[in-house]
Nanobody
Framework: QVQLVESGGGLVQAGGSLRLSCAAS???????????MGWYRQAPGKQRELVAS?????????ADSVKGRFTISRDNAKNTVYLYLQMNSLKPEDSAVYFC????????WGQGTQVTVSS
């Protein structure tokens, strides 16, 4: 079992930056078994989409719309895995609820954090 808790969302002007954080905790088997983590986002009336992902080897993948602006990273602590998303040069179209995702023995989702970019 893995619990994901996001933080760091908020309101920012276009061109600004935000850093999202996600803390993954839970059973030791669940944490050790995390094979990949990522950030998804969902805007009103739109489907949830992948923003960025990182696997256990550190390989990253980004949506074309955020390449060069967003950076995903991951830190492993004793019983917790931290996932980050550094978002620079934000645009109004980046506004959405951002969800942390982890793939271990099962798929886990955080509760989401709102990012609003004003023009």
């Amino acid at each position: 079992q893995v619990q994901l808790v996001e933080s760091g969302g908020g309101l920012v002007q276009a061109g600004g930056s935000l850093r999202l954080s996600c803390a993954a905790s839970g059973s030791i088997f669940g944490i050790i078994g995390i094979r990949a983590m990522g950030w998804y986002r969902q805007a009103p009336g739109k489907q949830r989409e992948l923003v960025a992902s990182i696997n256990g080897g550190g390989s990253t993948n980004y949506a074309d719309s955020v390449k060069g602006r967003f950076t995903i990273s991951r830190d492993n602590a004793k019983n917790t895995v931290y996932l980050y998303l550094q978002m620079n040069s934000l645009k109004p179209e980046d506004s959405a609820v951002y969800f942390c995702h982890a793939f271990s023995q099962a798929v886990y989702w955080g509760q989401g954090t709102q990012v609003t970019v004003s023009s």
